[in-house]
Every structure is written in structure tokens, then in C-alpha cells.
């Protein structure tokens, strides 16, 4: 792994939990991604988590490109993506998908997502890799720059249907996934539009 330019405190990187299911895996495998972002880099992370951004599917009476938000609730959403330089979208595979109300959540809004890059990081009982070809798939249509690299975290059946409550990814995770996991975020930090971006708000 290599890295250059460990240095941008000023830069904000999202990681944005795709589920909002009430027994979900999801903070604790993102809260696990933003402690080994913090390690490789001071760059700030900060979790985000749909919950706190509630909003009804498809309910803007204008398309999003237009920015012309009516609803107080896509507004909120708004300031808080504006504010990021790039993404790490932490998603469950949901029958061969990705969840809807992170589809909802990216539909809502255009040019706050246009340019900037982002990390899929995508878990279920296989890795999740369908889910996140469908979400690279939609990220390049929104005019954002998602990674070639793509980090799949196996779960057992056991902690799909418990929960996370036994998790600990240091731990249940294997090793060369967390190299995988580790490259990715590397890659996300060298990305040429991650810098231009971070450097632009400076």
C-alpha cells in the first residue's frame, strides 16, 4: 500500500450508512471503517446515517438538477452532502441489490453528488458485490467518480440474522478483506478529484 500527502485536516469525508433497518450491522461495520480511515490519515471521517435524514420517496415536485428544494427535509439533506469532498457508502446486499432508502437518499438531490469521489464498501453473506455494481452503475450516471476498487466484507449467517450485536470486524472479518478494505480507502484519499475537490475548499 502507498500513500502520499497524509495531510488534508481540513477535508471531510462522508461515510454514509445505507441501511435503516432496526436490527442493522451497519454502524458498527461504519464506525470500524472510520477508525481505519482516522489511522491511515488525519482527514476527518464522519458517519452519516439515513435515520437522522428522513425523507418521503420521491416527494420534490422539481427534478433535483434543478436545486430548487420545496421540503424542508431535502434542504437539511443538502447542506450536509454540499459540505463533503467525497464518499464512502457503506451498504448491505438486500436480493441482489442495495437498499431503497439510499437510492432514495442519492435521487433526491444532483449536483451536491456531481464530481466527487466515492468508495463503495458493500457486506452481506457473499460479499455483496451485486449490490454494489448496481450502486457503481448509478454513481457513474450521477456524474460521481466511485473507485474501481470495491471492498466485499463476508458476513456468517450468524450475525445476518442476529445482528450486530456479536460483531467485531477487527475480528470476524478476514484479513485480506480488511487489506481490500484498506487499499480502498488509500485510493479514495490519492483520488486526483478527492484532492481537487478538498483543495478547491480550502
Not at 480511515?37 to 482527514?43: D, I, K, N, P, R
Not at 457503506?90 to 431503497?100: D, L
Not at 450468524?158 to 480488511?178: S, Y
Request: charged share 15%.
Amino acid at each position: 500500500m502507498s500513500f502520499i500527502n497524509t495531510k488534508l485536516p481540513f477535508a471531510n469525508i462522508q461515510i454514509i450508512m445505507g441501511s435503516v433497518r432496526p436490527v442493522r450491522i451497519c454502524p458498527v461495520i461504519a464506525d470500524w471503517i472510520k477508525q481505519l480511515g482516522e489511522s491511515l490519515v488525519s482527514t476527518r471521517f464522519e458517519v452519516v446515517d439515513l435515520l437522522d435524514y428522513p425523507m418521503r420517496m420521491d416527494d420534490e415536485a422539481f427534478l433535483p438538477v434543478k436545486g430548487n428544494y420545496q421540503n424542508p427535509s431535502t434542504r437539511n439533506w443538502s447542506d450536509k452532502i454540499v459540505s463533503a469532498d467525497a464518499f464512502i457508502f457503506v451498504t448491505p446486499q438486500y436480493n441482489w441489490g442495495y437498499p431503497a432508502a439510499l437510492k432514495n437518499a442519492l435521487d433526491h438531490l444532483y449536483q451536491e453528488w456531481v464530481g466527487k469521489p466515492a468508495l463503495i464498501v458493500s457486506y452481506g453473506g457473499h460479499g455483496g458485490g451485486k449490490c454494489a455494481a448496481q450502486l457503481n452503475q448509478v454513481l457513474t450516471g450521477m456524474k460521481m467518480h466511485p473507485l474501481h476498487t470495491m471492498p466485499g466484507l463476508t458476513l456468517a449467517q450468524t450475525f445476518i440474522e442476529a445482528g450486530a450485536n456479536d460483531l467485531v470486524p477487527e475480528r470476524d472479518f478476514a484479513v485480506q478483506e480488511k487489506q481490500i478494505l484498506q487499499q480502498g480507502l488509500l485510493d479514495l484519499m490519492n483520488s486526483e478529484h478527492f484532492h481537487a475537490h478538498a483543495l478547491a475548499q480550502e
